[in-house]
């Protein structure tokens, strides 16, 4: 795993080597765990403030992240593509 603050992290559940992590420098990763050396994916920027949450869709196609905003300003909830590697909704 980085070696950010990691704000949450889950697995894969399609893959047995695959987590999911949301950090504190607003990246979302994807790391394959039989080679940790750097990430299978990574998503840039994908929130302007920490995220505090993310999940993976059961195909392990989708995933989707959070975060709480500050002072009430900011919250957002965004869904990913994997395989597009971009953005799909932001609510």
């Known amino acids: 795993i980085h ?4 704000s949450f992290a889950c697995w894969v559940p399609t893959s047995e080597h695959e987590v999911v992590q949301a950090s504190e420098d607003l990246r979302l990763r994807v790391w394959d765990t039989r080679d940790m050396s750097k990430p299978a994916q990574v998503f840039e920027a994908a929130h302007n403030n920490i995220m505090t949450c993310c999940d993976v869709a059961a ?4 995933l989707v992240s959070s975060s709480n905003g500050f002072d009430g300003a900011g ?11 971009a953005m799909v909704a932001e609510l």
Do not use: A, F, L, S
Not at 3 to 6: I, Y
Not at 59 to 62: E, H, K, S
């Open 3 to 6: 070696q950010n603050v990691v």
């Open 59 to 62: 195909d392990g196609r989708t």
């Open 75 to 85: 919250c957002e909830v965004k869904v990913w593509d994997r395989r597009r590697q």
